[in-house]
């Protein structure tokens, strides 16, 4: 199977630069409430190749879809194709002399799987035009850049994680990320060592009112925090979460709360577990967000329960959805050598259910955001 790269339109390029997906080890919508996220990068890049042009519109075609795209500095853009502007309007918001290009972009990123596909593009997207731009912006920097272009631009209401771990994971590492202060920490993560192995199982569910429920959750956790009186549900600490929740009359919004309040503390002891070399034990803590995504957070489809109970069941040390719910993939912990009887033991479950047959990988860490021609 060919690569992006492979794929990619002979350019010539001035550059050309690659981005990847991500999953979320664990700390699952926590990143806009000021919480923590543990992502790692995944092998599956976003390739952009790009050159200058000498007129300030930008076309960008996809190999995915076929299709391409041009724009102006002030002309709206929607779809696929409002992530690359959206990158070219944040960058102009932020004071940056955007020349204009032609771009193309392949991609081994799935789209629709919770892998973070649009943060890879936007990513890979601003690497390249800040590389023909000659500017010096700072990775750091970067997420902030991408994550304004997502919520303002294109009208995604995201966490900052996304752009975050496609921009700064390193190979062989999870990213830890204080998503307040933004302060971030190379956990060293390499399950080989350990005889494990991750398996991403794509539960191929339909995504279906992503958008609106994430954003209905969004609201009542910030609704949650103005009524306890705090900046975010981050500074609710897990002692107090009882006294917290007795002050919150709606049900649901208690719930909402919970999960958050316990997931960041899920965080904390996965790290923990990884700084100390044992990786079996985050295992249950992965099962735990996952009950609690389904019961709480009620993000979790069918497809993807049915993933986690079969992978359980199946000698699985701990498995989990991972993404904004609603579909998309389930990470399981597995003894390396147990990956393939895992695997057939979630198609079989999945052929009982009737569901569409899932698709199934095995990941290792891999690098963020590096320039590649």
Not at 224 to 244: H, M, N, T
Not at 341 to 352: C, G, I, L, N, S
Request: proline share 5%.
């Amino acid at each position: 199977m060919s690569t992006a790269l492979e794929r990619l339109p002979e350019g010539p390029w001035d550059a050309v630069w690659a981005s990847p997906g991500r999953v979320n080890l664990i700390g699952e919508h926590t990143d806009y409430n000021d919480g923590f996220v543990l992502p790692f990068a995944l092998p599956h890049l976003t390739v952009v190749g790009g050159r200058r042009e000498g007129s300030p519109r930008w076309t960008v075609a996809s190999e995915q879809t076929g299709e391409s795209v041009t724009f102006g500095p002030d002309e709206k853009v929607e779809g696929w194709a409002s992530y690359v502007a959206g990158i070219v309007w944040a960058l102009r918001e932020a004071g940056h002399d955007v020349p204009g290009a032609s771009l193309a972009v392949a991609s081994d990123v799935p789209f629709g799987a919770g892998l973070s596909s649009s943060a890879a593009l936007e990513c890979a997207v601003m690497a390249v035009l800040l590389d023909l731009a000659g500017l010096d912006v700072p990775m750091a920097v970067r997420p902030r850049l991408a994550q304004r272009a997502e919520n303002e631009y294109v009208g995604a209401p995201t966490g900052i994680m996304d752009q975050s771990a496609s921009t700064l994971c390193r190979a062989g590492h999870a990213l830890f990320l204080d998503c307040r202060s933004l302060a971030t920490e190379q956990v060293p993560f390499d399950l080989a060592a350990q005889g494990l192995a991750i398996l991403v199982v794509d539960s191929k569910a339909p995504h279906a009112h992503v958008t609106s429920e994430y954003a209905a959750r969004r609201r009542s956790c910030e609704e949650a925090a103005k009524i306890l009186d705090v900046a975010a549900l981050r500074d609710v600490e897990p002692d107090g979460l009882d006294a917290a929740l007795a002050r919150l009359d709606d049900e649901v919004m208690r719930k909402r709360v919970r999960h958050v309040v316990t997931e960041d503390q899920r965080v904390l002891d996965t790290v923990a577990a990884l700084r100390a070399g044992d990786a079996r034990a985050i295992g249950p803590l992965m099962t735990a967000s996952h009950e609690s995504m389904r019961d709480d957070y009620e993000i979790t489809v069918p497809e993807v329960d049915t993933v986690v109970t079969a992978a359980l069941a199946a000698g699985a040390y701990g498995a989990r959805m991972t993404g904004g719910g609603f579909g998309g993939c389930v990470l399981a912990l597995v003894d390396a050598d147990r990956c393939a009887a895992v695997e057939a033991a979630v198609r079989e479950a999945f052929t009982q259910a009737g569901f569409t047959p899932p698709d199934a990988f095995v990941v290792t860490p891999a690098e963020g955001t590096h320039r590649i021609g």
